[in-house]
Structure formats: C-alpha cells, structure tokens
C-alpha cells in the first residue's frame, strides 16, 4: 500500500498560515481522490478538503475562503495551504486516499489509506 506521510504542522497565532504537506511513497494509479481530515480530541474526524483526478475540489463550508487544497502530481505531494486560522481550527490533521470516486468527497468511510497526523495548534 501506498505510504502517506504528513509534515507542515506546528503552532501559530490566530490569523496566522500553516502549510501542510502530504507525501506519497509512489504513484498510485488507484487513488481517486485525496483529502485533508482534522480530529480534535472527543471529535468525529471531519472532512476538511479533497482533490479529485479531474482537479474537482470539495471544502467544507467552515474553510471555505481560508484553505486551499493542491496536489503537485510530479512530487506524489497533496497540500493544505491554511490562512487566516483561527482557534477552533486546532487539530490532528490527516491525509487520505480514496481508491473510487467517492459519493461524499468529505467522509471518511470513503478513504482506505491514512497517513499518520500532523497537529496544528492555533493560540488565540
């Protein structure tokens, strides 16, 4: 299975940006879409963004304007670009695959393949 890892967490001031990486260990012909999940502690995991093979994109409405997902085909690297952040964006973040188009690009029953997190933590 493809290896996912993420990188660009850390802490920063309300208002400031994160940038979030996602690496893939390799091409994966399998991978329809990939997203960006969060979970705060004693939270569901929530759908953040997702990319699409035709460069569809899907925000949830509380990123909308804020975030924006990219994915670099040559480098096998899915990004979260995150300004304007705010306190209650502060979470684990995880990057996922998902091997079919899926029905709901923001759920995660959808997505088969997990990276392991990066926290972003954002101080008020």
């Known amino acids: 299975q493809v290896q996912l890892v993420e990188s660009g967490g850390g802490s920063v001031q309300a208002g400031g940006s994160l940038r979030l990486s996602c690496a893939a260990s390799?091409?994966?012909?399998?991978?329809?879409?990939m997203a960006w999940f969060r979970q705060a502690p004693g939270k569901e995991r929530e759908g953040v963004a997702a990319?699409?093979?035709?460069?569809?994109?899907k925000y949830d409405d509380s990123v909308k304007g804020r975030f924006t997902i990219s994915k670099d085909n040559a480098k096998n690297t899915l990004y979260l670009q995150m300004n304007s952040l705010k306190p209650e964006d502060t979470s684990m973040y995880y990057c996922?695959?998902?091997?079919?188009?899926?029905?709901?690009?923001?759920?995660?029953?959808?997505?088969?393949?997990w990276g392991q997190g990066t926290q972003v933590t954002v101080s008020s």
């Open positions: 990319i699409c093979k035709d460069d569809r994109t």
């Open positions: 996922a695959a998902a091997p079919a188009p899926p029905r709901w690009p923001l759920w995660k029953d959808e997505y088969n393949n």
């Open positions: 390799r091409y994966s012909s399998s991978t329809y879409c």
